[in-house]
């Protein structure tokens, strides 16, 4: 082989120095100096360059691939291939007919391909085909949760679902899905029968027809397999039918899309069900997770064991006592006490109420409390509105005879140191007349809403339905029209007393440190009369004992519309701070001085100032909850930017427990 290329290369040199160009053969030729040089064009020039780029050089005996390959022309043999098998996919894909029915791919790529393929389906097609598979993809993305659901159900790390139920659920979603992969499968394979009726590429016969039962009669019996195994034969069902549809596509009976396009749904499909297998296996029914796999009692036994208890029973006596007014329930269940432990208790309660009686008058009524006084109030109405009467010129009275109905709730509240009332009722109340010839009238007036919106508020009228319950006559009518005319105005009058007798009666039982009893209280205790004994002059102060506690850290930010000169007077200013406190203040806003907010209620001293960036102070607050003796350190930076001011409070040292509650007064204020 070797000798017959040295026999043949003369020849085929001057083969090929006939097919260049002039140029190239001219420092060859017998007739040019053998120093002439060579002259090219640039255009031809880079022809060249590109052509020897390409060009190969002998192939290996050994490896049998070119002597002058390089990386990037393996690269490029590698791109290469791999563009042909994707566009040979492409074309398996859709069907090997791609050229027809008037789908003109302008590349040979897997790209040109595909695009033609999908413009050539119709927008309903793909619309419809989308929206019928969204149904399927809700059933797989909620079989997913509903196994991560069941599994932590049965592992225990949800209490308040039982496993049977997590599984049953579980299955029911699982079935939902098969199901419909069944529709799906079952609509797809009578499209065959749809394209055999309108003839599309002729009329085939029992071929065509039975490729379109075929579906029908696999789907339907997956369903009484287990819905993992019912999910796997579809799946291979769905693929078994797209490989028939590519089939037929190619033979001519459906368009020349349509085996690209059950291609993708395939896909859809395929991503479901592998989500769907992939989710129980992790989490739910397969491996051990199964209804029937699983020994449900010894799941609920284990459960319970660890299960807070959110029932139960109180062996012995027990007795349902009143909390009292400073408490937060009205109702306390507890094991009946002897006489001893009842006197501790009282004794216990006593020193409570003292000590909060000895806070100032803000710290001490801070929190929110109500009072239920809905009795009360039924016998103040039906002790009050039967006063009412009033008269015409001519003679005729008319008065409220009786209330029959007093329904609705009726409080008295404390919030943030004031009291408040809060009620909403319906009175119902006989009313009498007597005409001005004497004739008795009887009537009833309902007044659907007496409330604090109405009376005090003022945000809608009062209204009033009358009717007569005595015969009617022209008599009648006029005591009727006497009564719709001047009772009004005499039952406001009274409504509008109501909320002041409410809090004049009950509002001392909810604030602490009030100077008098309220009248349905206790009565007050007889002072003592004094003795003879001269008091000391001055007692010795009390040590006050400090004591240890976990103490956290409380941070709260907040962004003002002002400078930080204006905010920081606002913070020491003794004369400014009520303005925001709505309370006296002390503040002398100098290190090493004492200063009390609210009254009394937060007391320190001042640590370090620096006006106006920053306030190092030691922070009190006068609370039963407040351990005695105990300070935090207040620091408050102040941070101005170009159009607002930032304020950092960070209190060191609140007592553990106690977070919650003082960041919200901060935010508060």
């Known amino acids: 082989m070797n000798n017959l290329l040295t026999f043949a290369r003369p020849t085929l040199r001057r083969a090929a120095l006939r097919r260049a160009p002039p140029t190239l053969r001219a420092p060859y030729s017998r007739l040019a100096p053998l120093t002439q040089p060579l002259r090219l064009p640039t255009s031809q020039i880079l022809r060249l360059a590109s052509a020897f780029q390409q060009c190969r050089g002998v192939a290996s005996s050994v490896s049998g691939r070119p002597g002058s390959q390089t990386v990037e022309q393996a690269a490029l043999n590698v791109r290469e291939e791999m563009g042909n098998s994707t566009t040979d996919w492409a074309k398996s894909i859709a069907g090997g007919n791609f050229r027809t029915d008037s789908v003109v791919p302008t590349q040979h790529t897997f790209l040109g391909i595909t695009s033609a393929v999908a413009h050539s389906v119709p927008?309903?097609?793909?619309?419809?085909?989308?929206?019928?598979?969204?149904?399927?993809?809700?059933?797989?993305?909620?079989?997913?949760?509903?196994?991560?659901?069941?599994?932590?159900?049965?592992?225990?790390?949800?209490?308040n679902i039982d496993p049977g139920v997590a599984l049953t659920v579980?299955?029911?979603?699982?079935?939902?899905q098969v199901t419909y992969g069944a529709v799906?499968?079952?609509?797809?394979?009578?499209?065959?029968?749809?394209?055999?009726?309108?003839?599309?590429?002729?009329?085939?016969?029992?071929?065509?027809?039975?490729?379109?039962?075929?579906?029908?009669?696999?789907?339907?019996?997956?369903?009484?397999?287990?819905?993992?195994?019912?999910?796997?034969?579809?799946?291979?069902?769905?693929?078994?039918?797209?490989?028939?549809?590519?089939?037929?596509?190619?033979?001519?009976?459906?368009?020349?899309?349509?085996?690209?396009?059950?291609?993708?749904?395939?896909?859809?499909?395929?991503?479901?069900?592998i989500t769907t297998l992939a989710s129980i296996s992790y989490w739910g029914p397969v491996a051990g997770h199964g209804l029937l796999t699983h020994d449900l009692e010894l799941i609920r036994s284990q459960r319970a064991q660890v299960r807070p208890s959110d029932h139960g029973s109180v062996p012995g006596n027990v007795e349902a006592v009143n909390a009292g007014t400073n408490a937060d329930t009205y109702v306390i269940i507890r094991k009946k006490h002897g006489e001893e432990e009842h006197k501790q208790e009282s004794e216990s309660d006593k020193l409570k109420t003292a000590k909060m009686s000895n806070m100032p008058y803000s710290t001490a009524n801070w929190h929110w409390k109500n009072k239920t006084v809905t009795p009360w109030a039924k016998a103040w109405f039906e002790r009050e509105l039967v006063q009412i009467e009033v008269q015409a010129a001519d003679g005729a009275v008319v008065r409220v005879d009786r209330v029959v109905e007093v329904d609705g709730d009726v409080e008295v509240g404390r919030r943030k140191s004031k009291l408040i009332t809060i009620y909403d009722c319906k009175v119902v109340l006989n009313w009498k007349g007597t005409a001005a010839d004497g004739t008795e009238v009887d009537g009833r007036l309902i007044v659907p809403e007496v409330s604090h919106e109405i009376t005090l508020d003022g945000l809608s009228d009062y209204v009033y339905e009358w009717s007569l319950t005595s015969?009617?006559?022209?008599?009648?009518?006029?005591?009727?029209?006497?009564?719709?005319?001047?009772?009004?105005?005499?039952?406001?009058?009274?409504?509008?007393?109501?909320?002041?007798?409410?809090?004049?009666?009950?509002?001392?039982?909810?604030?602490v440190g009030s100077s008098e009893p309220s009248r349905t209280g206790s009565p007050a205790p007889t002072p003592a009369a004094s003795t003879s004994a001269p008091a000391p002059s001055s007692a010795p102060a009390k040590k006050v004992k400090v004591q240890t506690v976990n103490a956290a850290l409380v941070e709260v930010e907040a962004t003002f519309q002002a400078s930080a000169d204006d905010l920081f007077s606002l913070l020491t200013d003794e004369k400014r701070i009520p303005m925001w406190s709505r309370a006296p203040a002390k503040s002398e806003a100098k290190p090493e001085t004492e200063y009390a907010l609210f009254g009394g209620g937060v007391r320190g001293k001042y640590i370090?100032?620096?006006?106006?960036?920053?306030?190092?102070?030691?922070?009190?607050?006068?609370?039963?909850?407040?351990?005695?003796?105990?300070?935090?350190?207040?620091?408050?930076?102040?941070?101005?930017?170009?159009?607002?001011?930032?304020?950092?409070?960070?209190?060191?040292?609140?007592?553990?427990?106690?977070?919650?509650?003082?960041r919200r007064n901060i935010e508060g204020y």
């Open 170 to 176: 579980l299955d029911r979603a699982l079935n939902i």
């Open 608 to 662: 370090s100032l620096d006006p106006p960036k920053a306030i190092k102070q030691t922070w009190s607050l006068q609370s039963p909850t407040w351990p005695e003796g105990h300070e935090a350190i207040l620091t408050t930076t102040l941070a101005q930017a170009t159009d607002s001011t930032k304020v950092t409070f960070s209190l060191d040292g609140v007592p553990t427990g106690m977070e919650d509650e003082i």
């Open 123 to 159: 927008m309903p097609y793909i619309v419809t085909g989308l929206v019928g598979g969204i149904p399927y993809i809700a059933a797989s993305a909620a079989t997913m949760y509903l196994s991560y659901e069941a599994g932590l159900a049965t592992a225990g790390a949800i209490t």
């Open 471 to 511: 015969e009617a006559s022209p008599s009648a009518s006029a005591v009727l029209a006497l009564a719709k005319s001047k009772l009004p105005a005499a039952l406001e009058e009274k409504f509008a007393a109501f909320p002041v007798a409410l809090v004049d009666t009950h509002g001392k039982d909810i604030i």
């Open 184 to 273: 799906m499968l079952s609509f797809l394979g009578a499209l065959h029968w749809g394209m055999e009726f309108a003839g599309l590429g002729g009329h085939k016969g029992y071929a065509r027809l039975l490729l379109g039962a075929a579906p029908v009669l696999y789907a339907w019996p997956t369903l009484a397999l287990d819905p993992t195994l019912a999910l796997i034969a579809q799946w291979v069902g769905f693929t078994g039918l797209w490989w028939a549809d590519l089939k037929a596509t190619t033979a001519g009976w459906t368009p020349a899309w349509y085996s690209q396009y059950r291609f993708y749904l395939s896909i859809l499909v395929g991503t479901c069900i």
